[in-house]
């Protein structure tokens, strides 16, 4: 089997995440980049798979700038067997659709059986992508599991949702997303950084994948950007006697809660 994870490097969620008013764009050179935990999460999901199938291979994808690979090979020294990193000029400000079918261009060229997901990066947080990169492979798609259960045929999982519990299954190949109710990544160690640097890593550019510069242009455009303004300051609510009814009221104005009729 061959199970392919998607990573995301995105802005350590600790450090301060600005755009860029010119661009629009998020200022990625503003903080630390990471690995996004929620793809770390879907990497242990491939890898307590493959600690009871020897046989599979785990494959990491990822779209992004030339700092990719840097968090690529945190992921080959936890223990994913090699990295493919999709990296083109052409690909700067691309919106979700445009990523979703380079992606899906990529995972044709790779060969999957299966493709694991986060269910929401901590960056964009569109939380579409996976069921769009499953409707362009034209393949089953769960999404949000909390829990996950492969076997060589199928891929089984559980899925909360406020109005109950579901337990879901698709026969492979397919694309799940995963919650935050799967485990914390296991750590990499000394044996596992070394041998990162000597596990396979292959650059794709959109020429590789077959897509054009023009195809390659964002479906979205971004209008105009402005920095987020200062928090002014809230109303404080002295106790005249009447401190119960002055929060009353201003519950209800902001239509917190219903006023009483009159």
Do not use: C, Y
């Not at 291979?57 to 080959?76: I, M, Q, W, Y």
């Not at 090699?82 to 992606?103: C, F, I, S, Y």
């Amino acid at each position: 089997m061959r199970i392919i994870v998607l990573m995301k490097e995105v802005p350590d969620t600790w450090g301060e995440r600005t755009l860029n008013v010119e661009t629009g764009l998020l200022d990625r050179a503003a903080g630390d980049l990471v690995l996004d935990e929620i793809n770390e999460r879907a990497l242990e999901v491939a890898l307590t798979h493959r600690d009871s199938h020897p046989d599979t291979e785990v494959v990491l994808l990822a779209a992004g700038p030339a700092t990719v690979p840097v968090s690529l090979r945190k992921g080959l020294a936890m223990g994913a067997d090699r990295a493919v990193h999709v990296h083109d000029d052409a690909l700067l400000g691309a919106d979700m659709t445009l990523t979703a079918e380079v992606l899906a261009a990529a995972v044709r060229h790779i060969g999957f059986d299966l493709v694991i997901a986060g269910n929401l990066s901590t960056d964009g947080g569109g939380g579409a992508l996976p069921s769009m990169l499953a409707e362009l492979l034209g393949v089953a798609g769960a999404t949000s599991l909390s829990t996950v259960k492969a076997t060589e045929s199928s891929v089984a999982g559980r899925r909360n949702l406020e109005s109950g519990r579901f337990e879901v299954s698709a026969a492979l190949p397919a694309v799940i997303s995963i919650t935050e109710a799967l485990p914390d990544a296991r750590f990499s160690n000394f044996k596992g950084i070394m041998a990162a640097k000597k596990k396979p890593f292959d650059t794709l550019t959109l020429a590789d994948l077959g897509i054009s510069v023009d195809e390659a242009a964002s479906r979205s455009i971004i209008i105009s950007a402005a920095k987020r303004p200062p928090r002014t300051a809230g109303i404080r609510i002295e106790d005249g006697g009447d401190a119960g009814r002055q929060i009353a009221d201003f519950l209800t104005k902001n239509q917190l809660i219903k006023g009483r009729a009159e």
